[in-house]
């Protein structure tokens, strides 16, 4: 148990220092778009880390809910003494940012593949990702992470100057050409929900890598490569961002991709029943409510 935990803070341990030292040596000219491989080529290494705990630690947790939690009450004393080493000793360290985005990957694992675990069929997946999406969208544009999005963006707009904000500690980090430090790339909530979705698709017996989605859907994934197809959403909406200058709501993304390529390969998918299609009419109009509730607030009541 140990050796693949050790190898997945390796992954990403020299895969963040050696994207980081590569920057620093390439002409400026060829820096231009650098940053868009930095971020395909480390989310290939969060997919490589994931397949590892899939494949040697999952397995071996199973459905004992005392070792599960146990993992994540070690993995999260670990993460809060790396923010306190950060947050209170004021260590701004590369290496100590890139122990806490591995420890944090390693939670969202644990915790993604353990919330599929109640799921008891395929189509469960379906409201599953419409309230996360829909969650998504809300908080983005009117709830929590419109806050978030604007201390983080004051925060390094004025140069990590300041106490740091909580949220900073939960966002995955990459290094970026002209950065000393490693710079914000997503929420790690995100990866969470490519952890789960990509548990649910193992759980059912899916084939969720893109590299062979194309296969026949009765034989094992023989692929050495992996990639869940949850992550190319999260790649196109990080992309998306980037390039139009925005905040943008990852999750819809996410699902979307992944929805689409399962429910187009497996049929079992699509064959919603009446408790699936009730949660996601309840879990549709109780976001429209809150949303409709936030707006009213925000706008205010006009005087007389």
């Known amino acids: 148990m140990i050796k693949p935990v050790i190898i997945i803070y390796l992954i990403w341990g020299l895969g ?3 994207f980081q030292a590569l920057g620093r040596i390439l002409p400026e000219t060829p820096r231009a778009g650098f940053d868009y491989i930095i971020i395909v080529g480390l989310m290939a290494c969060l997919a490589w880390m994931t397949r590892i705990y899939q494949n040697r630690i999952e397995p071996a947790i199973g459905t004992e809910t005392a070792r599960r939690l146990s993992w994540i009450g070690v993995l999260t004393l670990i993460f809060i003494l790396l923010c306190l080493a950060e947050g209170l000793a004021g260590l701004k360290s590369n290496i100590i940012t890139a122990l806490s985005t591995a420890t944090l990957v390693l939670l969202a694992c644990v915790v993604g593949h353990w919330l599929v675990i109640p799921l008891k069929r ?5 409201p ?5 999406a829909l969650s998504d969208i809300f908080s983005v544009f009117s709830g929590p992470t419109r806050t978030f999005a604007k ?9 990590m100057t300041g106490p740091v904000p909580l949220v900073d500690f939960f966002l995955v980090k990459m290094p970026m050409p002209g950065n000393d430090y490693f710079m914000p790339v997503f929420g790690i909530t995100d ?7 990509s548990a649910g698709a193992l759980r059912f017996s899916m084939n969720d890598n893109v590299f062979s989605l194309a296969g026949s859907t009765q034989t094992h994934d023989k692929s050495r490569a992996f990639f869940p197809v949850a992550g190319i959403g999260l790649i ?3 992309l998306t961002a980037r390039s139009m200058n925005l905040y943008l709501p990852a999750l819809p993304f996410i ?4 929805l689409g390529a399962m429910a187009a390969k497996y049929p079992r998918v699509r064959k919603l029943g ?3 299609i009730r949660a996601m009419i309840f879990v549709s109009a109780l976001i429209g409510l809150f949303m409709a509730v936030f707006a009213f607030i925000k706008n205010g009541i006009g005087p007389g």
């Open 274 to 276: 009446p408790e699936e």
């Open 191 to 197: 990866w969470v929900v490519v952890a789960l979705l």
């Open 122 to 126: 395929p189509s469960a997946l379906i």
């Open 255 to 258: 699902v979307i991709v992944f």
């Open 236 to 238: 196109l909406s990080i």
């Open 16 to 18: 963040t220092l050696g």
């Open 128 to 132: 599953i990702g419409v309230a996360l």
């Open 151 to 159: 201390n983080i963006s004051d925060y390094y707009g004025e140069g």
